[in-house]
Antibody
């Protein structure tokens, strides 16, 4: 059974940093591109970043330069380092497995339960 | 960026009836080389992660009831839920994966009338 489990969310002050983790199981992790997608309170879904099978990172302009995605295939895990956080980054962050598409464009066939990141003083 | 616009923002449908959700992309998401439309649909219930329903604009994901169907090409797409059940109450999103950044529609909230 495919499982994705996020961790690392919490409350952080504006300008602070946080590192999210996503542990994968139930599939050959190294064969898949992986993504982070977020949902701000009362808002829709927003793609945040992607990491290719060989570690190539991709970001939308909204987080480029502040967020860093990485992966450790030996640990079946990938990460999102978030710096210079603002209130606008407050959201539930989901990790997701990519299916089809050409990275970073992809659709997502499995999602984690999400981890809440709250940026507030 | 490709903008995905859904309509309506919300709708209420009676049990057993049909619900129709539309999604329009700001540019074509049809890849001519393989004749595939790079559109997916998701169902999102409170407290749960989004669930993939449809990809390639009309292909049902494994395990999705055949009450869910989708169609469209180019810039206009439709998700149809037939014989609406109580468990179908959710927010539905379309998404394009034709080009980066991946973009989603704003969501359509489906309720029971």
């Amino acid at each position: 059974e495919v499982q994705l489990v996020e961790s690392g969310g919490g409350l952080v002050q504006p300008g602070g940093s946080l590192r999210l983790s996503c542990a994968a199981s139930g599939f050959t992790f190294s064969n898949y591109d992986m993504h982070w997608v977020r949902q701000a309170p009362g808002k829709g879904l927003e793609w945040v970043s992607a990491v290719g099978t060989t570690g190539d990172p991709y970001y939308p302009d909204s987080v480029k330069g502040r967020f860093t995605i990485s992966r450790e295939n030996a640990k079946d895990s990938f990460y999102l380092q978030m710096n210079s956080l603002t209130a606008g980054d407050t959201a539930v962050y989901y990790c997701a497995r990519a299916l089809h598409g050409v990275i970073p464009a992809a659709l997502f066939d499995f999602w984690g339960q999400g981890t809440l990141v709250t940026v507030s003083s | 960026d490709i903008v995905m616009t859904q309509s309506p923002d919300s709708l209420a449908v009676s049990l057993g009836e049909r619900a129709t959700i539309n999604c329009k992309s700001s540019q074509s998401v049809l890849y001519r080389s393989n004749n595939k439309n790079y559109v997916a649909w998701y169902q999102h219930k409170p407290g749960q992660p989004p669930k993939l329903l449809i990809y390639w604009a009309s292909t049902r994901e494994s395990g999705v009831p055949d009450r869910f169907s989708a169609s469209g090409s180019g810039t206009d797409f439709t998700l149809t839920i037939s014989n609406l059940q109580a468990e179908d109450v959710a927010v539905y999103y379309c998404q394009q994966y034709y080009s980066t950044p991946n973009t989603f529609g704003q969501g359509t909230r489906l309720e029971i009338k």
